[in-house]
Structures are given as structure tokens and as C-alpha cells.
């Protein structure tokens, strides 16, 4: 029990630590260790990412809480969560302790430019991921289009293209 338990604390951890630009840049990072350790499936990890954007709070968290409760119970969600945030929480309390020394450096400013390259990389990494298991056939490329549409063309919140989207779903698959 304690092997898994500081499994998911050293995932989770690197997950917090690396995930630079928030929770679709984390998206790959969280699939690969949950490739690594075999923890779910890739349809379960999609499925995962879809309920986690749904509900209150960032990706990450909320995939850390489910998957380290489908592996350890509530030890390993408890575990999974803290570990994801705590490398946050560290950077924050770092960054407000140094902030008036570091506030328009030349580095930092440089080294900000840099990672957005990286971030854009993460995030279409993450989308291929899942649009490799959730593209499955003609009707759910227009869900995608439609969606895609909807999100960039009209003013649309994107939590009622989620519903619609998921509506949409339930009538051409039910």
C-alpha cells in the first residue's frame, strides 16, 4: 500500500512541478503517467478529462483526486491532490519572497517568452491524445466542428457548448 501511495506522490508531484501553463498543458504530462504505471486505460484517461472539465476546480486536481482514488482508495486521492498542489504552492511562496528582486528581469522576461512555445506544444499534444479515442466516427467529427464553431465564431460560455455538446451526443447516439 505504501509503494502506491508514494507512487501517486511522485506522479502527481512531477504532474505540479512541470505543468507549466495550467491544466490542458498537464493533460499529456498526466497521460504519460498514467501510461507509465498502467493506472487506466487511455479510453478511461479520456473519459477522465472530460468529467474533470466539467466539474469546479483545475484539471489536474480533479484527475489526481480520481485517479488516486480509483488506485488507493481515499489514501490515494488524498495523497494524489496534495501532490499536484504542492509544488505550486511552493513556487508561489518562493516567487512572493523574491518577487521585487526578479520583477523585470531580463531573464525572467526571456524565459516566460520562451515556455510559451512549449505550452501551445503541450496542448496540441494532449489534443491529438484525445481525439485519437473520442474522433470515432462521422457524427462525432461534427460534434467536434460544431463545437469548434461555436467557440470561436460565436459568444456562446463554453460550459453551455459542453451541454450542447453532450446533448447532441445523447440524441445521435441514444
Do not use: C
Not at 490515494?76 to 504542492?86: E, L
Amino acid at each position: 500500500m505504501f509503494n502506491i501511495l508514494f507512487s501517486l506522490f511522485i506522479s502527481f508531484f512531477k504532474i505540479g512541478l512541470f505543468g507549466f501553463g495550467g491544466g490542458y498543458a498537464m493533460i499529456s504530462l498526466i497521460q504519460n503517467e498514467l501510461k507509465l504505471h498502467g493506472w487506466l486505460s487511455l479510453e478511461e484517461f479520456v473519459n477522465i478529462i472530460a468529467i474533470a472539465e466539467m466539474t469546479p476546480g483545475p484539471i489536474a486536481i480533479n484527475s489526481g483526486t480520481y485517479v488516486g482514488f480509483k488506485v488507493s482508495g481515499l489514501a490515494g486521492s488524498i495523497v494524489a491532490t496534495i501532490a499536484v498542489v504542492v509544488p505550486s504552492f511552493i513556487l508561489v511562496l518562493l516567487l512572493a519572497h523574491f518577487y521585487d528582486r526578479v520583477r523585470g528581469s531580463d531573464y525572467i522576461i526571456r524565459l516566460l517568452l520562451y515556455l510559451r512555445p512549449i505550452l501551445i506544444a503541450l496542448v496540441f499534444a494532449a489534443a491529438i491524445s484525445v481525439a485519437r479515442t473520442s474522433i470515432i466516427d462521422f457524427k462525432s467529427i461534427m460534434i467536434l466542428l460544431a463545437a469548434l464553431f461555436l467557440l470561436h465564431r460565436t459568444r456562446i460560455h463554453p460550459v453551455m457548448i459542453i451541454i450542447l455538446a453532450g446533448v447532441s451526443g445523447v440524441f445521435l447516439y441514444g
